[in-house]
């Protein structure tokens, strides 16, 4: 049953079947083969049941609202303001890739998004200055792979309704390790840049004045990451209602900002709908997918499997690892976690590891996919925003980065407090 499973997913995928028909065609085939039921008479109360989780009302919301700070001007004198601040370490302006990347993936929650603005107002920075091209894309890509670590994310929040866990304590438990790795690409760059120093150099000096007179155009993303964060710590909204206050802010910060138009209502809706679509298509395919699955009893033979195997719990968590990274090669993060959570997650469980740390290594685990050749989806998202050269450079480039989550990997793996310190601490009303 696993075997014809997992033959019948890689057929799909290799013929360019879309990862949500391809989820859905999976769940056909595996209720024609393995019941005695008609188990694809149910799709219409699965896909129902998935579409009104309340829970996925936050995933248009936060997408509108990263749609409108890609328009507002926001992110352009945010990324200006970084610059004066971290342009004289050695790395210069790829430091402010990072950092730039971390601030707005804290207001977006979406990957493509990050790596897409941060890319479009850093590469003109790149030839102005003569970096050297390969590292630079490498951080534009790398500093994209943020927006879904640090919250608010669309995929934790997926994935916290595919696990059933608490969409709160998946965004306190990534929030140190999506600092450690902002700062873990961080001393990646100056290592490579101290070690050659042609890879990078030192953008312009500031002095203190210009430095802290570029402050308050740090001030909009950070306000809006407090208000749609600690709203929901603060016991004043959920995550779903925190994000349509995070819309309300965005308007209100495009307003500001005489940016907001018909214009720019227009294409920040139709980029909602048209990514969200897909999003929700997806989330209902894995849904009937995971009702496939558990009918047939097959979720419960693979954790059956594992445990025949004898491998203790680290060994079973090393080969789960290299599996989402080899997996990773060939599909996108949200096709990777939606397709595997209700399978892997059961199986973490028995292991007797912590849902909510997993939660956060499977971001990270799907990070490294999102900047792995051949498919990684954020080198193509910086190969489109650059429009020349082979996309080998960014891939290229973007190797000291993937060194660089397998390291943040094994720090979670040897270290779950990372992880699970805040949640265990910061008292939840």
């Known amino acids: 049953m696993l075997a014809t499973t997992l033959i019948i997913l890689l057929l799909l995928f290799c013929i360019s079947i879309p990862v949500a028909a391809a989820l859905g065609l999976l769940g056909f085939s595996l209720s024609a083969l393995f019941s005695s039921f008609p188990l694809h008479r149910a799709i219409g109360e699965v896909s129902w049941s998935a579409s009104q989780e309340f829970l996925l009302v936050a995933v248009p919301l936060y997408v509108f609202m990263g749609e409108l700070l890609m328009r507002s001007g926001v992110a352009e004198r945010m990324y200006a303001a970084i610059i004066r601040w971290l342009g004289w370490l050695p790395g210069g302006l790829m430091h402010s890739n990072v950092a730039a990347s971390a601030m707005f993936a804290a207001t977006s929650g979406s990957s493509v998004a990050t790596a897409a603005t941060i890319g479009t107002l850093a590469l003109p920075e790149q030839k102005k200055y003569g970096y050297n091209e390969r590292l630079f894309l490498g951080s534009l ?7 879904i670590l640090i919250p608010p994310s669309i ?14 304590q998946l965004y306190l438990a990534a929030f140190i390790p999506g600092a450690l790795l902002a700062l873990i690409f961080m001393v990646t760059i100056a290592f490579a840049c101290v070690i050659r120093p042609s890879l990078g ?24 990451f407090v208000l749609v964060i600690g709203s929901i710590y603060a016991g004043w909204a ?34 909602t709908f048209r990514i969200t679509g897909m999003t929700m298509l997806i989330v209902v395919g894995a849904f009937f997918l995971n009702f496939v699955l558990s009918s047939i009893g097959l979720t419960g ?23 989402y990274i080899i997996l990773g090669c060939f599909m996108d993060a949200f096709s990777i976690m939606v397709t595997t959570a209700p399978v892997i997650v059961p199986i973490v469980i028995a292991l007797g590891y912590d849902p909510i740390w997993f939660g956060v290594v499977m971001m990270l685990l799907t990070e490294t996919g999102m900047i792995t050749p051949p498919f990684g989806f954020n080198l193509f998202v910086i190969q489109s925003v650059r429009h020349r050269g082979p996309i080998s450079d960014v891939a290229y480039g973007s190797f000291p980065f993937v060194i660089a989550l397998l390291i943040a990997i094994g720090l979670l793996i040897a270290f779950p407090n990372i992880a699970l310190w805040l949640p265990e601490t910061v008292w939840l009303r």
């Not at 819309?247 to 209502?265: C, D, M, P, W």
């Open 141 to 147: 890509a790398a500093g994209g792979t943020l927006g």
């Open 155 to 168: 995929n934790m929040i997926v994935y916290g309704v595919l696990a059933g866990v608490s969409i709160p």
């Open 201 to 224: 150099v030192r953008s312009d000096r500031f002095s203190w004045r210009e430095r802290c007179a570029a402050l308050p155009d740090l001030i909009p993303p950070l306000g809006l």
């Open 238 to 271: 959920t995550a779903s209602e925190s994000a349509a206050l995070g819309v309300l802010a965005a308007l209100g910060l495009t307003a500001y900002r005489k940016r907001l138009s018909l214009e720019v209502l227009r294409a920040s809706i139709e980029g």
């Open 301 to 323: 033979q693979l954790v059956q499997v594992i445990k025949e195997l004898g491998w203790s719990p680290l060994g079973t968590m090393l080969a789960i690892c290299l599996f």
